[in-house]
């Protein structure tokens, strides 16, 4: 720092003091000497407050003017020039305010020495950012480093850095309510900014709690058994903690101010582009939350997953003779324990999506089983299924845990329907397949043609009618542009119908429009 520059600063250093001062005697000269003077005919406060801000005003323009913001440095201390400068611009700020008790009117005003005072400092406002920000960001890494994830008290279920970090985001909205910019523009340029460092120094915090799990060997691979610890349920709070905050950021930083101002400098158009630019901020960082609270959640899933994975084969392949129940038992025991622990730990809802994921990975564990164990006979399906339904009772217990419209996603369903279709006995199967070729053709664009036939079923002779009349559309299949169609009868699956014979039209030559007239009984 040369010898100019550090003039420089000491002179606003001083003026800050000097201001500090001034303000100080503005206020007593208001509150107590003026009431005094006025009883002599003389204002005291008016003669006090123009010759001072003349004085002030002159002496903090230059001195402001002199400082080059290139050549200051970001420093987190409270001594720090940048610090001191916005200090000088709270004392400006403070001194214009007190413009109001001077007993002039609008009209008769003087230009006064501190008129738009704010663009003076202007050039400071990155730099007044940047300490902001790397502040923030300090504060929020010795936050989670000193944090022992414990609850702040048996009300909440959070620790103190989460408190700390939404703290800290208080006081950088605090920071923008002192700096009340004036201009329409340059406010939503200004809190575009801020909200920016908010969600960075809140993607920080979530970085900053990962890697904290991660220096506590939280994501070393362990097949032993895994316990839910209360402190991991402090974390994922910490994140949903924090991410409740970040969707009350409009509010914080009276985003409905900052776009009623631009609606009025510019348009309607330009002032929802800033809302929507504003949301997406906000929006990316919750998101950035939510998916380290779901990676977390995924881990949590992975290490259970061994021991699920275990109970499952234990369960499958345990004797038919034992009761589903009974066989359940080790699994549904170890699920409690660790539901209790989610329960009693994790806010609503982390809850509720550690719940959604634990029931999403066992049923993966039992569509991995069906697909692993063909062959298997039905009642290895039945039990299969009784197990499934008894799960999805545990997992939709009273209320308070998964809604039954969530639990029923697609994999389920097609789960369902395949243990369903796995626990028939081979005729019916056969029949299942027959009907599902029934729809699939009911489906598809008659892609050799169409047949016309009338049928009736004779109920008391137990025959079924059939009448061929016509085909139409064919595609020529000979080189002559013809076809010489015919038509096959038969009744299927062969179970239902033992002694039905397989009837055929005659061929009817060198026709795409046959006319077939034939009747049979089937």
């Given at each position: 720092?040369?010898?100019?520059?550090?003039?420089?600063t000491?002179?606003i250093i001083?003026?800050v003091?000097?201001?500090?001062?001034?303000v100080?005697?503005?206020?007593?000269a208001?509150k107590f000497?003026?009431?005094?003077?006025?009883e002599v005919?003389?204002?005291?406060?008016?003669l006090?407050y123009?010759?001072?801000e003349?004085?002030?005003?002159?002496?903090?323009?230059?001195?402001?003017?002199?400082?080059?913001?290139?050549?200051l440095?970001?420093?987190?201390?409270?001594g720090?020039?940048?610090?001191?400068l916005?200090?000088a611009?709270?004392?400006?700020k403070?001194?214009?305010?007190?413009?109001?008790?001077?007993?002039?009117?609008?009209?008769?005003r003087r230009e006064?020495?501190?008129?738009?005072?704010?663009?003076?400092?202007?050039?400071?406002?990155?730099h007044?950012?940047?300490?902001?920000?790397q502040k923030?960001l300090?504060?929020?890494t010795?936050a989670?480093?000193?944090?022992?994830?414990?609850?702040?008290d048996?009300s909440v279920k959070?620790?103190?850095?989460a408190?700390?970090?939404t703290?800290?985001?208080?006081?950088l909205?605090q920071?923008?309510?002192?700096?009340?910019w004036?201009d329409?523009t340059?406010?939503y340029?200004?809190?575009t900014?801020?909200?920016?460092?908010?969600c960075?120094?809140a993607?920080?915090?979530?970085?900053?709690?990962?890697k904290?799990l991660?220096d506590?060997n939280?994501?070393?691979d362990?097949?032993?058994?895994?316990?839910?610890?209360?402190?991991?349920?402090?974390t994922?709070?910490?994140?949903?903690?924090t991410?409740?905050?970040?969707?009350?950021?409009?509010?914080?930083?009276?985003?409905?101010?900052i776009?009623?101002?631009?609606r009025?400098a510019?348009?309607?158009r330009?002032?929802?582009?800033?809302?929507?630019?504003?949301?997406q901020f906000?929006e990316h960082?919750?998101?950035v939350?939510?998916?380290?609270?779901?990676?977390?959640?995924y881990h949590i899933?992975?290490?259970?997953s061994?021991?699920?994975?275990r109970?499952?084969?234990?369960l499958?392949?345990?004797?038919?003779?034992?009761?589903?129940?009974?066989?359940?038992?080790?699994?549904?025991s170890?699920?409690?324990?660790?539901?209790?622990t989610?329960?009693?730990s994790?806010?609503?809802p982390?809850?509720?999506?550690?719940?959604l994921?634990?029931?999403t990975?066992v049923?993966?564990?039992i569509v991995?089983t069906?697909?692993?164990?063909?062959?298997?006979p039905?009642?290895?399906?039945q039990?299969?299924?009784q197990?499934?339904?008894?799960?999805i009772?545990f997992?939709?217990?009273d209320?308070?845990g998964?809604?039954?419209?969530?639990?029923?996603?697609?994999?389920?369903?097609v789960?369902l329907e395949?243990?369903?279709?796995?626990?028939l006995p081979?005729?019916?199967l056969?029949?299942?397949?027959?009907?599902?070729?029934?729809k699939?053709m009911?489906?598809k664009?008659a892609e050799?043609g169409e047949?016309a036939?009338?049928m009736?079923?004779d109920?008391?002779?137990?025959?079924l009618?059939?009448?061929?009349?016509n085909?139409?559309?064919l595609?020529?299949?000979?080189?002559n542009?013809y076809?010489?169609?015919y038509?096959?009868?038969?009744?299927?699956?062969?179970?239902l119908?033992?002694t039905?014979?397989?009837?055929?039209t005659n061929v009817?030559?060198?026709?795409?429009f046959?006319?077939?007239?034939a009747?049979?009984q089937?």
């Amino acid at each position: 720092m040369n010898i100019l520059f550090q003039s420089q600063t000491s002179a606003i250093i001083s003026l800050v003091s000097f201001s500090e001062l001034i303000v100080a005697d503005l206020l007593t000269a208001l509150k107590f000497y003026n009431n005094i003077f006025k009883e002599v005919g003389v204002d005291y406060f008016s003669l006090t407050y123009l010759e001072l801000e003349k004085l002030l005003g002159s002496d903090m323009r230059a001195s402001v003017a002199n400082i080059d913001p290139k050549k200051l440095q970001v420093e987190v201390g409270d001594g720090d020039v940048g610090t001191k400068l916005f200090s000088a611009f709270l004392a400006a700020k403070e001194i214009v305010e007190y413009r109001q008790y001077l007993p002039l009117g609008d009209s008769e005003r003087r230009e006064l020495a501190f008129d738009n005072s704010h663009v003076w400092f202007k050039k400071f406002i990155d730099h007044w950012f940047q300490i902001a920000h790397q502040k923030a960001l300090a504060r929020i890494t010795k936050a989670v480093e000193i944090d022992q994830s414990m609850v702040v008290d048996s009300s909440v279920k959070y620790s103190t850095s989460a408190v700390d970090v939404t703290c800290c985001f208080y006081q950088l909205c605090q920071f923008w309510k002192r700096l009340c910019w004036p201009d329409a523009t340059g406010s939503y340029l200004y809190v575009t900014k801020l909200t920016d460092d908010i969600c960075e120094a809140a993607r920080h915090y979530a970085d900053a709690l990962e890697k904290k799990l991660k220096d506590n060997n939280y994501y070393d691979d362990n097949p032993s058994y895994f316990g839910v610890s209360a402190s991991l349920c402090i974390t994922l709070n910490n994140l949903a903690y924090t991410q409740q905050w970040l969707t009350e950021l409009d509010t914080h930083l009276d985003w409905p101010s900052i776009i009623s101002g631009m609606r009025l400098a510019h348009d309607e158009r330009k002032a929802k582009q800033c809302e929507e630019s504003l949301q997406q901020f906000s929006e990316h960082a919750q998101d950035v939350l939510l998916v380290k609270t779901d990676e977390m959640i995924y881990h949590i899933g992975e290490k259970m997953s061994v021991d699920i994975k275990r109970f499952v084969s234990e369960l499958v392949n345990r004797d038919e003779g034992v009761d589903i129940s009974e066989a359940m038992d080790p699994l549904l025991s170890y699920l409690e324990k660790s539901m209790r622990t989610f329960y009693s730990s994790l806010v609503r809802p982390v809850f509720d999506r550690t719940l959604l994921f634990l029931w999403t990975m066992v049923v993966d564990n039992i569509v991995a089983t069906v697909g692993g164990d063909k062959g298997k006979p039905p009642i290895f399906y039945q039990r299969l299924n009784q197990v499934l339904e008894v799960l999805i009772d545990f997992f939709c217990v009273d209320g308070i845990g998964i809604p039954l419209d969530k639990m029923m996603t697609d994999t389920v369903k097609v789960l369902l329907e395949e243990l369903l279709l796995r626990q028939l006995p081979t005729d019916k199967l056969i029949e299942e397949y027959y009907a599902e070729k029934m729809k699939e053709m009911m489906g598809k664009e008659a892609e050799f043609g169409e047949l016309a036939l009338r049928m009736f079923y004779d109920l008391k002779n137990e025959k079924l009618h059939v009448e061929l009349l016509n085909g139409r559309n064919l595609p020529p299949l000979d080189s002559n542009g013809y076809c010489d169609p015919y038509v096959k009868l038969s009744m299927a699956p062969r179970h239902l119908f033992p002694t039905a014979i397989v009837e055929r039209t005659n061929v009817q030559k060198k026709t795409l429009f046959p006319l077939f007239d034939a009747k049979f009984q089937l």
